[in-house]
């Protein structure tokens, strides 16, 4: 068995569609390949002051297919009704902004 089919052998075993559980081990097997870096700058999990630092922010469905129409998203419903999504792709919220044609607030 390869890594990539382990890692998504054990994303499935955590409860993660197939689809879904590929997308997060080719972000795992190559975090660069699938992020997106519009900015030049990793929103996600850069070292700063010797703390590790992400930028969170959660956006709809819908904005997200708007700003990102090339990610390969996958969405599923928990058996509680809650809908969940993975993609592949990590954006700073000032890309997402520009990608959608609107001006970060400074």
Do not use: K
């Not at 390949?33 to 819908?62: L, P, T």
């Not at 090339?70 to 969940?84: I, K, N």
């Amino acid at each position: 068995m390869s890594d990539r089919q382990a890692l998504i052998r054990a994303r499935i075993e955590e409860g993660y569609p197939p689809a879904a559980a590929a997308n997060m081990s080719d972000v795992e097997m190559n975090e660069n390949a699938a992020r997106r870096f519009d900015c030049g700058i990793d929103a996600w999990g850069f070292e700063e002051d010797g703390a590790e630092v992400h930028e969170d922010y959660y956006v709809s469905n819908e904005l997200w297919d708007r700003a990102c129409p090339d990610d390969r998203v996958v969405r599923w419903m928990e058996e509680d009704g809650t809908e969940l999504a993975q993609g592949r792709f990590v954006l700073c919220v000032g890309c997402l902004e520009r990608r959608l044609g609107r001006t970060p607030a400074a």
